[in-house]
């Protein structure tokens, strides 16, 4: 790895090096390249200044001999062109310019007419003049640059400068010809700082080579080849840089050519490629061997790091070897560790633990597990067969013969199919235990055991707590419908049933008086006379409350239900005696036998609760058998609950009042109002037959805050020392609203509350009797008044008398009734009378129907009477009358 890495950056190293002297050379050559330009355009500069000079000279003497008339004529200039004078002034013009050689001028036909140098000339001819032959031919040519050629007389390389001569007419007079010195250019050339192996060449337009510093012989006016003309060097933006061959020495150069400004020539400067690139070639040198050193250090230091690093991957080869070695001696004694903590966890388990190879031999087995199957120590030692382990548990007395071979069979199967599995075992001395079969991963099998004795004994236990009734331990309402649709299904079998619906009449007050405890007390009473009434193959259950139900198995004739019932009636009957109390109490049932009265569980179960409800409706103790027209009535009841929930706004209740009068005097105290619903189709109904259906509905509770606003509001009709009683039942008593009802009812009247007497029964006082006293001193504070009516019809305590705020006690009818017939009933009312009087309260008896009765009445102390003797409750309309009929009633009586 650390090697390709140091050849990559080897290489790297060298094309960086490469590509910067590269960058370095192409810098060198632009460096020359710059320098020679600038040199070019400078001496084409200077070349052309010193045309431009001779030029200058050449006219200024064409100047003077058109000034002194010698070109006037060709007359004229033939005469005087030859004078002194003109050859004076030659010589002194060139005197001024070393560079020229000779001034002279020639005829038309070559002929010397005169010059600088000598005066007069000796007739020399130059017919082959080059200048005289192309301004001959081509008039509109005013100066030409000739040759070079070697002056005849010197011996050194010349040029000429001619200028045409002509007459004022335009006529060609000859040529006016400066020789130029090579040698004032070259020196010039000379000082000039070109550089190693520098050269300047001046050509004229054709190529051909005038001059070349450092002169090279040979060539001078030679065409030279190849050479572009200046027409392409002025295209080219005037200046033609170039590296080529040199045609002159035929060496390598940097060649910088530029056009003579003005004249037709061009000028080149150039230098040998060696020179230009002689500083980059040391450079080059230099950064070779640098890069030589640089690389091998670097191919050096690859090596030695690259054996470093195998001599460090050496050791630590040899390192991990000897870790991988040490901790596999950890492993190997931490295994060895685990493996004792797995026996000891195994041994500290609760539960039973045994393992067995693929052959079925046993691996390891915990001591619980001997424990629960009385394995001796040899029975649990590794490689014990599992047969021979089988037959210790059978001669422990642990197991069977047959529950060993079914054990065995077992595991032996879920070995060979490899599954999982658990189940129970019962042990013969009663224990359940949990077993779990498990395949392990080796091909083997491992088993665990769990003393689940406990918890099934819980299990059942709350099994049966879901379907029995904590109290008397009967099946409860669930247990019961299952027990029910079993006899049900039982019943399609042509095995009838019958189903008994039980209600226990007045366990509430019972309750109530005596207390919960004593309340529970009886139920349990009551459950045992039930069980011991019935079959074992009956069912007895308590639905809740007071309420049981029976199943009576294997009815065949309503016969069987009928002796079952009267049983039953007649055993709850029986007094009870509770924690020193002595109580008596009674069933109500219904019965539906099945399969006539019904083929589901609901059916049936609504059927027996018609029943009961006509056996409470017929006035309980008794049993009922269903008829299918307790049904049609339990509709007619419905129907009747829908007219009642309708009544109130539908203002189909009336008052009826009946009068309550003072037996002293006969006359009328008070009205007791009794409440009638005028029923659409059923005509005047009387309470009792709604009444107890509004008290269930609740129903009561708006209707009777109604008959108090209409009592009220009636009684202020009525002169003020009457009085009007009104009846709360005890739904409404226990309401809420109660006392809003009353104050708001009065305060709507403007009756005075002392006009107002609330009549309440017993039954009121069975309830919570702390809230009942409460609330009767709150309305005793209201300043209302209260009787207890009915008195002696529930189950009475006459220390309610005594607690209790009450103004007056009502005896029920019942008692008059049968006054001067029994003599029960004399003395009852002759000792509620008595204690009313010692209490301070007043009694008012019911249902005085006799004068007899009024008679025995007002012997015994009797201070007031109602009764169909006097007047049957009538409407608020007929008050005022019936008022007006016992007054005089009263008179004659009372004066009679
Ligand atoms: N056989 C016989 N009966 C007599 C005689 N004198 C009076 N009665 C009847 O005895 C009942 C007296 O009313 P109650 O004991 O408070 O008994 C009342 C009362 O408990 C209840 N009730 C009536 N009106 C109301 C009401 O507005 N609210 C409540 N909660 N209950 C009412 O309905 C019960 C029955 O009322 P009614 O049918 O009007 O029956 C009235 C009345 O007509 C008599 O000499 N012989």
């Known amino acids: 790895m650390l090697l390709p890495v140091a050849l990559l950056l080897a290489l790297g190293v060298a094309l960086t090096a490469y590509l910067w002297l590269a960058h370095q050379r192409d810098r060198a050559v632009a460096e020359a390249t710059r320098e020679l330009r600038n040199l070019s355009v400078t001496l084409a500069s200077h070349t052309a200044n010193s045309f431009s000079n001779h030029t200058i000279l050449q006219d200024g003497i064409i100047k003077w001999l058109a000034s002194e008339g010698v070109l006037a004529s060709p007359a004229f200039f033939a005469e005087r062109i030859s004078s002194y004078d003109v050859h004076r002034e030659l010589r002194a013009r060139v005197a001024a310019m070393p560079q020229i050689a000779i001034l002279s001028i020639l005829d038309p036909e070559g002929a010397l007419l005169t010059r600088s140098f000598a005066w007069p000339v000796q007739g020399e001819r130059f017919p082959e003049a080059v200048a005289l032959k192309m301004m001959r031919s081509d008039p509109s040519l005013q100066t030409f640059i000739s040759g070079p050629s070697k002056s005849p007389a010197t011996g050194l390389w010349i040029f000429y400068v001619s200028t045409r001569l002509q007459a004022a007419d335009g006529t060609f007079l000859g040529i006016l010809s400066a020789s130029v010195k090579h040698r004032a250019f070259e020196e010039f050339y000379e000082n000039i700082e070109l550089g190693e192996g520098g050269a300047v060449a001046l050509f004229k337009e054709d190529g051909t080579l005038i001059l070349r510093h450092p002169r090279i012989e040979a060539a001078i006016g030679k065409v030279v080849p190849n050479l572009p003309p200046i027409s392409g060097l002025l295209g080219a933006g005037g200046i033609r840089v170039s ?496 006392l809003e009802a009353i104050t708001g009812a009065l305060a709507a009247s403007g009756l005075a509350p002392h006009r107002l007497e609330l009549e309440i029964t017993e039954t009121v006082m069975l309830k919570d009797s702390e809230a009942t006293l409460s609330t009767l001193h709150r309305l005793k504070a209201i300043g209302v008044r209260i009787a207890m009516d009915d008195f002696g019809t529930g189950y009475s305590s006459l220390s309610y008398l005594q607690r209790f705020p009450f103004d007056k006690v009502k005896i029920d009818r019942s008692f008059i009734r049968n006054l001067g017939q029994t003599r029960e009933s004399g003395a009852i009312v002759g000792a509620v009378v008595d204690l009313c009087a010692g209490l301070g309260k007043g009694a008012t008896a019911e249902g005085v129907e006799t004068p007899e009765q009024l008679e025995e009445l007002a012997a015994k102390g009797c201070r007031e009477v109602q009764g169909f003797l006097f007047s049957r409750p009538c409407p608020a309309a007929e008050v005022a009358g019936l008022l007006d009929r016992l007054r005089s009633w009263a008179g004659q009586t009372v004066t009679g």
């Open 243 to 738: 590296m080529d061959r040199s045609p002159l020495d035929q060496q390598q150069r940097l060649i910088a050519r530029s056009p003579v400004p003005a004249f037709p020539m061009s000028i080149s400067v150039s230098r040998q490629m060696d020179a230009v690139l002689a500083e980059w070639r040391a450079q080059r040198g230099t950064a070779l061997a640098v890069l030589a050193l640089l690389e091998s250090v670097l191919l050096a230091a690859a090596v030695l790091a690259w054996r470093h690093l195998r001599q460090r991957a050496l050791v630590a080869a040899a390192v991990a070897a000897r870790q991988a070695a040490e901790a596999e001696v950890a492993l190997a004694e931490e295994r060895r560790q685990k493996q004792a903590q797995v026996a000891a966890a195994v041994d500290s388990m609760m539960q039973g633990f045994c393992m067995f190879t693929a052959d079925h031999r046993l691996v390891v087995a915990n001591q619980r597990f001997a424990e629960m199957f009385g394995l001796p120590p040899e029975g649990v030692a590794p490689g014990v067969p599992f047969e021979a382990m089988l037959d210790h548990a059978i001669g422990a007395g642990r197991m069977t013969r047959a529950d060993a071979e079914t054990t065995r069979a077992r595991n032996l199967d879920l070995h060979a199919a490899g599954e999982a599995s658990s189940m129970f075992r019962e042990l013969p001395d009663g224990r359940s235990i949990s077993e779990c079969f498990t395949p392990t991963a080796d091909g083997g099998w491992l088993v665990t055991f769990e003393d689940v004795t406990e918890r099934r004994a819980a299990e059942a236990r709350i099994v049966h707590l879901a379907h029995h009734d904590a109290l008397t331990d009967l099946p409860n309402r669930t247990l019961f419908r299952i027990k029910l649709d079993e006899a049900i299904a039982r019943a399609r079998r042509g095995h009838g049933f019958a189903l008994l619906y039980l209600d226990l009449d007045r366990f509430k007050e019972v309750n109530d008086t005596l207390g919960h405890p004593v309340g529970d007390l009886l139920l349990r009473q009551v459950t045992e006379r039930l069980q011991a009434a019935v079959r074992d193959t009956d069912t007895v259950a308590r639905l809740g409350g007071d309420e049981f139900a029976i199943i009576q198995d294997g009815v065949r004739t309503p016969q069987d239900a009928t002796v079952l019932g009267q049983r039953l009636v007649e055993s709850v009957a029986a007094p009870y005696e509770l924690e020193g109390h002595h109580v008596v109490i009674g069933t109500s049932i219904g019965i539906a036998i099945v399969p006539p009265d019904g083929a589901t569980a609901e059916q049936l179960m609504k059927s027996a609760d018609m029943a009961l409800y006509r056996a409470k409706g017929d006035g309980r103790s008794c049993f009922r058998f269903f008829e299918p027209e307790m049904d049609v009535r339990m509709q007619l009841r419905r129907g009747l609950e829908t007219d009642l929930r309708q009544a109130l706004a539908a203002a189909e209740f009336e008052l009826f009042y009946q009068p309550i009068l003072d037996v002293g005097s006969r006359a009328v105290t008070s009205f007791e109002a009794l409440l009638r619903w005028r029923h659409p189709e059923r005509g005047l109904m009387p309470p009792d037959r709604f009444i107890p259906l509004a008290e269930e509905t609740g129903l009561i509770v708006p209707i009777g805050e109604w008959v108090l606003r209409a009592a009220c509001a009636e009684a202020m009709r009525w002169p003020a020392h009457l009085h009007v009683a009104v009846n709360l039942s005890p739904t409404q008593f226990a309401s809420r609203g109660l």
